[in-house]
């Protein structure tokens, strides 16, 4: 099947067309969000609409300049999606079978990051970077575990990736490829293990595997230690683009919509 969203979002600015947004699948849904702002819940299985939700006259999301391109994240029988709304409303939690708003919370604006999931001392927790601060919440009810403002503030589209037990591996504007970590007990106290500025940004998300993080620094693949944050390779080829982790293989498909399959040789 396939369902039409809306009109094909132009690029404008060097920016691509889109949409950007990756979508999320359930065992019953596929949610996908628009360019314009649209949250979607389609039925799997025959692609039909169930509901959907408008950002923008709903919830009063300020339209960001390449259109709206964060990706939704599920948890149980809760959709989160970071929308930055003026009042409470960084991170959204709706149901996913109504759409109907379960909790919202965080008062931060946002442009093109995406939250993320993991487990920090064993809790499920949604950790997500705002446009000034850096935020843990409960997934389940939206509570908010620390807030913490990161010195320099995040590079643009920052998705942080949690490292269990208690790490936080994200891109900062000033210190580049930063890794954090967060003490047990509060006050929850976030202290820098280590920071690399020579890794520059990029909208490509880091890949953690084993002991080592696989990175875009600009259009150049890295390998940065994860022990020292030191680069221990970088190459040119095979060009800029993103990348996931197979069977001991990174599969990078570059934006010129090349597929590369490269043996992991820390």
Known sequence: WEYTIGPTYKGHGNSQDGPLSTPA???????????????????????????????????????PHWGFAT??????????????????????????????????????????????????????????????ALVALDPTNGTVFWHRVIEGGFADGTTPIVISPDKILLRSAQKGLLLLQVKKTSPFEIEPVWANHRVKNSYGLPLVYEDHIYVYSGQF????????????????????????????????????????VIEIDS
């Open 221 to 260: 693949l890295s390998c940065v230690s994860m022990q020292s944050g030191e680069i221990a390779w970088k190459s040119r080829y095979p060009g800029d683009g993103f990348i996931v982790a197979v069977d001991r293989h990174l599969v990078a498909l570059t934006k010129k919509g090349r597929v590369h």
């Open 25 to 63: 699948l359930s065992e019953e849904y596929v949610f996908c969000l628009t360019p314009h702002g649209t949250l979607l819940a389609l039925e799997l299985s025959s692609g039909s609409l169930v509901w959907d939700r408008d950002l923008v006259k709903e919830l009063a999301a300020p339209p």
């Open 71 to 132: 990706s939704p994240l599920l948890f149980e029988d809760i959709i989160m999606l970071m929308v930055g709304s003026a009042e409470d409303g960084l991170l959204v939690g709706f149901d996913q079978q109504t759409g109907k708003i379960r909790w919202q919370q965080g008062e931060d604006s946002v442009r093109y990051q995406s939250p993320t999931l993991g487990n920090m001392h064993g809790i499920p927790t949604v950790v997500a970077a705002g446009d000034s």
